[in-house]
């Protein structure tokens, strides 16, 4: 039934997007954070008893896929995140600027979120901040706020089962994702370095095959490498001269030029937005210099 447990803690996996992991806490509080992975199993475990309280550690689709299938369970979300649960232009709203989506896109999201996705706008039960301990029984949670994938993004710290349950800061060989208009490439790198500081024996994470790693924080640090690699690579296209971004989206240097649709998203889009972010970064650490839109390397 489970793919690992701990304590009271329960991991269940889940498949492609837009499913996830979840965490299930089995204590007398019943709780399920993400509850994005198994359906079946996900009711099973709420025939036998009800799951109370679902969480979620992030208000993006593959998260909160099954939240509906919880009407009566308290819904506890990052309070920076809670606009997005409440309303389906919010939600739309956290990933890019109105301008960079077309009709056609927009229309094939509502059509994605309201038939696979089947989003239910729903009011928050508690608002979850940096530093809360959440107490399910004999279970304890640390909230920690980690953004940079999203703004409000949340991982939770289990000390006595000395597991750490880190969402989306995924530790997938593809590396971190900050692809939203809200994401951050600087917090990203905050992020992973507070939780690496953090001894535990296991980090469970959203994605990847496993889900489970050892807690060694050799596995953080090879996921924040693949962000200096992505830098590394775009610097040293602006090394073979200045180029503008659709020049550098279309170099593929996170995604291999793929232009295919993952699920409702569209790589290209993603690419860009990264691409632009890495820019941003760049600019302000005064190796990238832009003008008329083309992006010169600084001569050192
Ligand atoms: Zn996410």
Request: glycine letters at 8%; a negative charge.
């Amino acid at each position: 039934m489970y793919d690992f447990e701990r304590g009271k803690i329960r991991f269940i996996r889940g498949g492609k997007y837009p499913t996830c992991h979840s965490v299930f806490i089995d204590d007398e509080v019943r709780a399920v954070i993400d509850p994005a992975s198994d359906e079946g199993k996900l009711l099973a475990i709420h025939c036998q008893r009800p799951i109370q309280v679902i969480i979620n550690s992030h208000c993006h689709e593959d998260h909160f896929l099954f939240n509906s299938r919880f009407p009566d369970a308290d819904l506890w979300v990052s309070r920076l995140e809670a606009a997005g649960f409440r309303d389906i232009d919010d939600f739309f709203d956290q990933f890019y600027e109105s301008g960079d989506v077309d009709e056609e896109t927009r229309a094939a999201w509502d059509t994605f979120f309201t038939e696979v996705v089947q989003y239910q706008p729903r009011e928050p039960d508690r608002l979850l901040e940096d530093g809360e301990d959440l107490v399910f029984g004999e279970t304890r949670a640390r909230v920690l706020h980690t953004p940079g994938h999203s703004p409000g993004h949340l991982a939770f710290h289990f000390p006595e089962e000395r597991a750490l349950y880190l969402a989306d800061l995924d530790l997938v060989k593809f590396g971190p994702y900050y692809g939203d208009k809200g994401s951050s490439i600087d917090d990203t790198i905050a992020s992973l370095r507070r939780v690496a500081a953090i001894d535990v024996d296991v980090y469970l994470v959203a994605h990847g095959k496993e889900g489970v790693l050892d807690g060694d924080p050799a596995h953080i640090q090879r996921y924040l490498d693949v962000i200096y690699a992505r830098e590394e690579r775009l610097l040293a296209l602006l090394a073979s001269g200045p180029k503008n971004l659709d020049e550098i989206t279309a170099a593929g240097i996170i995604y291999g030029g793929r232009s295919l649709a993952d699920g409702a998203w569209e790589l290209t889009l993603s690419e860009r937005v990264m691409m632009g972010k890495h820019l941003q970064r760049l600019e302000g650490l005064g190796t990238v210099r832009q003008e008329d839109g083309l992006y010169h390397l600084v001569e050192s």
